[in-house]
């Protein structure tokens, strides 16, 4: 028995009119079949395979929609209100919720837990996944449900690519497939992707495959950015079984990164192979259903200058890595669905081996030794976790879970270029004997609780209110990189901001505590026509891993970068999430016209008084919507506030305010869609609050040797696209 419920989400606030609207309704098939309705998401209910989606409903037909448009699959999730993105490489975007980011957000993709083994996070876990091959994405944000993860404070991100789809009964075959290409003017970027299943009543095989590249885009003034090129290729297959209940899937595949360039950090991506497979097995009987998946992945990482940066010395940095793990789950609905009992367990182990080979055979800045930034990293986490969703009545709906995971994280010994380089205080010898001297070995035990209760006192409104433990450890990258000389630490720093940063092997774990309201309201007629939803948040967190001046490093070089060290802060944020939707008018002649708004607010503050890095300022996204038949258009208008609320510690620059406009439509005619639209139609000249110091034109070594910090990453001007879909 499949039970399905669906959320009115798309909130609208017109600000220039003052109107708000919504036309997706909340739909009860009975009252054992409600979802509890988490901080901004809908939970779409399903005794086959309950999974969680997010309110803004990105599925597959919406995924489709944005192919043309973005390469970068974290890019997908700009329409969703609180989230924002920390700029990397062009398809390597960091994800934001409510200005916690990148290991803080737990990502998985098909159910893998894919974490960054780069130095610089230049392979993010969205970038492991094709956007062509994403059947649906689910946000949780806050308030997060623990079957859905531990070891984040942030919420989930979870991607899966579309369900296998078999042939009816007495059918011979089933054949589909999917064909796309896509052009945009700005930086000549193209690509393609392939999509082919054939499948009968029991069986299914599934190819993808995809092909992305661009030079360096243009900003507004004309001016090139460089080292922003790149090209991504991606192929995976899909082997599924299905009978009387039973799902199996087997899934497997491969993605080359030949290069990426990296704007805001110090070195480019000049290769990156990576090699997955999964087994993912559901189960629906009697007594309930059960879950469970297996993965293994691996990628061979390299970093290096690529030639904008006119480098006449280059240093390969080489990182090997893996992940594995598995996700069990059991769901044992009882009392006719009045309350549904979930219990599961969860591993995930990681190994990173991070070394710089030598480029002189002789005693020197880089030789005659390989450096060993990380030898032999391993970080594993188990967790358990069980969960009570009780529906009380139509009016009153709970949700309570307990997890605990216990992390235990180890290195290897190290190793500097040489023996006779000298820092301000100790050579890279001494330093690798100090820090082989040390224990290396750290343990974290984590309890989470998450807490939520629904109120709908009628039709046209409902009220949420949760709370949630959450905890996260810190990861090999803030623990163990050990050198405090200028060239290690100017090579190692993933926030974007061109500094450099050493680890502080005696962090403690994140504990924050997440509490969040929601209301959403919407108009209680059989047509749905509005909808307005308002989220204020607020997080305390314990032990916030943030960023320091390293004391030891004694002098800092005096042109706005730092040396830099992890420390633990206590930290503040709060902000609230509005969207609504509303129908302006629908003709049989003109079709149908809507608009919609989605705005965000965050603020986060440290215990010590600085602003938390990468917070986004006050923005909001406007749209005017038109369906005629087979033509869908839109026209947007974003506007994002001056950034003045800055880090001091990190010397974040400041950003002004701007507004972009945007326009896109599609005709789709039986099997084949045209895409067109033009984004940043002014060709405005705008910098991204969250886009990071601009160094791409740099081969600076050390800190010292860099242009003095005084410009962020310029966006991209005028760039019309153009893409053409075949589908049987």
């Known amino acids: 028995m499949k039970k399905e419920v669906i959320i009115l989400f798309n909130t609208a606030i017109l600000l220039c009119f003052n109107v708000v609207y919504a036309d997706e309704s909340i739909e009860d098939s009975s009252p054992t079949e409600e979802a509890i309705y988490l901080d901004n998401m809908v939970i779409e209910a399903d005794t086959e395979n309950l999974t969680v989606s997010p309110q803004n409903s990105i599925n597959e037909d919406d995924i489709a929609k944005k192919q043309s448009q973005v390469s970068d699959t974290a890019k997908l999730l700009e329409d969703t209100a609180g989230m924002s993105f920390q700029a990397g490489g062009g398809v390597s975007s960091i994800p934001i919720i409510r200005g916690l980011n990148d290991t803080r957000v737990k990502i998985e993709v098909n159910g893998m837990t894919v974490n960054s083994i780069c130095p610089n996070h230049m392979n993010p876990a969205l970038a492991s996944i094709d956007r062509s091959n994403i059947g649906s994405i689910a946000i949780l944000k806050g308030i997060t449900p623990v079957r859905m993860g531990g070891d984040s404070i942030a919420g989930?991100?979870?991607?899966?690519?579309?369900?296998?789809?078999?042939?009816?009964?007495?059918?011979?075959?089933?054949?589909?497939?999917?064909?796309?290409?896509?052009?945009?003017?700005?930086?000549?970027?193209?690509?393609?992707?392939?999509?082919?299943?054939?499948?009968?009543?029991?069986?299914?095989?599934?190819?993808?495959?995809?092909?992305?590249?661009?030079?360096?885009?243009?900003?507004g003034n004309g001016t090139v950015i460089k080292s922003t090129n790149y090209e991504n290729i991606n192929q995976a297959f899909a082997l599924s079984f299905n009978y009387e209940d039973q799902l199996l899937e087997i899934k497997g595949g491969q993605q080359h990164i030949p290069y990426q360039g990296f704007p805001t950090a110090r070195m480019d991506l000049t290769n990156n192979d990576s090699l997955f497979g999964n087994i993912h097995y559901n189960g629906l009987f009697d007594w309930g259903n059960v879950d469970t998946i297996l993965f293994l992945e691996h990628t061979s990482h390299t970093m290096d200058y690529l030639p904008d940066r006119d480098a006449t010395i280059f240093m390969p940095?080489?990182?090997?890595?893996?992940?594995?793990?598995?996700?069990?789950?059991?769901?044992?609905?009882?009392?006719?669905?009045?309350?549904?009992?979930?219990?599961?367990?969860?591993?995930?182990?990681?190994?990173?081996?991070?070394?710089?080979?030598?480029?002189?055979?002789?005693?020197?800045?880089?030789?005659?030794?390989?450096?060993?930034?990380?030898?032999?990293?391993t970080r594993n986490r188990f967790g358990v976790y069980a969960e009570w969703e009780k529906y009380w009545t139509d009016t009153w709906k709970t949700m309570l879970g307990f997890r605990y995971d216990r992390t235990w994280m180890n290195t290897g010994d190290v190793q500097g270029y040489n023996n006779i380089t000298s820092n301000y205080l100790l050579t890279d010898y001494e330093q690798a004997l100090a820090f082989n001297a040390l224990d290396h070995e750290r343990n974290f035990n984590a309890f989470d609780i998450s807490m939520l209760v629904q109120y709908t006192?009628?039709?046209?409104?409902?009220?949420?209110?949760?709370?949630?433990?959450?905890?996260?450890?810190?990861?090999?990258?803030?623990?163990?990189?050990?050198?405090?000389?200028?060239?290690?630490?100017?090579?190692?720093?993933?926030?974007?901001?061109?500094?450099?940063?050493?680890?502080?092997?005696?962090?403690?774990?994140?504990?924050?505590?997440?509490?969040?309201?929601?209301?959403?309201?919407?108009?209680?007629?059989?047509?749905?026509?509005?909808?307005?939803?308002?989220?204020?948040?607020?997080?305390?967190?314990?032990?916030?891993?943030?960023?320091?001046?390293?004391?030891?490093?004694?002098?800092?070089?005096?042109?706005?970068?730092?040396?830099?060290?992890?420390?633990?802060?206590?930290?503040?944020?709060?902000?609230?999430?509005?969207?609504?939707?509303?129908?302006?008018?629908?003709?049989?002649?003109?079709?149908?016209?809507?608009?919609?708004?989605?705005?965000?607010?965050?603020?986060?503050?440290?215990?010590?008084?600085?602003?938390?890095?990468?917070?986004?300022?006050?923005?909001?996204?406007?749209?005017?919507?038109?369906?005629?038949?087979?033509?869908?258009?839109?026209?947007?208008?974003?506007?994002?506030?001056?950034?003045?609320?800055?880090q001091e510690v990190r010397n974040e620059l400041e950003t002004s305010s701007y507004i972009l406009l945007n326009f896109k439509t599609s005709f789709q005619w039986e099997f084949v869609t045209v895409d067109f639209g033009v984004d940043n139609i002014l060709n405005h000249q705008y910098y991204y609050p969250l886009s990071g110091v601009y160094i791409g034109d740099q081969n600076a070594m050390t800190l010292s040797s860099s242009e003095p910090k005084t410009q962020n990453l310029p966006g991209q001007g005028r760039s019309v696209y153009v893409g053409v879909t075949l589908e049987y």
């Not at 990468?614 to 001056?642: A, C, E, I, R, Y």
């Open 317 to 377: 940095m080489e990182t090997r890595g893996k992940n594995y793990g598995y996700k069990l789950e059991f769901e044992l609905p009882s009392d006719e669905d009045d309350n549904i009992f979930r219990f599961g367990s969860e591993f995930h182990g990681s190994v990173i081996n991070d070394y710089w080979p030598a480029t002189s055979t002789v005693p020197s800045m880089m030789g005659p030794n390989d450096f060993i930034n990380l030898n032999d990293a």
């Open 156 to 219: 989930t991100i979870s991607v899966k690519s579309a369900k296998p789809k078999f042939a009816e009964a007495g059918e011979d075959f089933l054949l589909n497939g999917k064909l796309s290409s896509f052009y945009r003017s700005n930086g000549d970027a193209f690509g393609g992707s392939v999509g082919l299943g054939i499948a009968n009543e029991y069986a299914r095989l599934d190819y993808t495959g995809s092909d992305t590249q661009s030079k360096n885009y243009q900003d």
């Open 457 to 646: 006192p009628n039709d046209w409104s409902y009220y949420t209110l949760g709370y949630a433990r959450k905890n996260r450890a810190p990861s090999v990258q803030e623990l163990y990189p050990w050198s405090i000389s200028p060239m290690p630490m100017t090579m190692i720093g993933w926030f974007g901001d061109g500094n450099g940063y050493v680890g502080n092997i005696d962090l403690k774990m994140e504990t924050a505590h997440n509490i969040g309201f929601t209301a959403n309201f919407s108009d209680s007629g059989d047509e749905q026509v509005w909808n307005l939803e308002i989220s204020p948040f607020f997080s305390y967190v314990e032990n916030y891993i943030d960023a320091d001046l390293c004391q030891e490093c004694r002098k800092q070089p005096g042109n706005g970068y730092y040396y830099l060290t992890f420390e633990n802060y206590d930290a503040y944020l709060w902000g609230v999430d509005i969207t609504g939707e509303m129908n302006l008018f629908e003709s049989p002649t003109y079709g149908e016209f809507s608009t919609n708004t989605i705005m965000s607010y965050v603020r986060g503050k440290r215990s010590d008084g600085d602003n938390l890095y990468n917070m986004m300022p006050f923005n909001f996204t406007w749209g005017v919507n038109h369906k005629l038949g087979g033509w869908q258009s839109t026209f947007n208008m974003q506007f994002v506030d001056t950034k003045n609320e800055v």
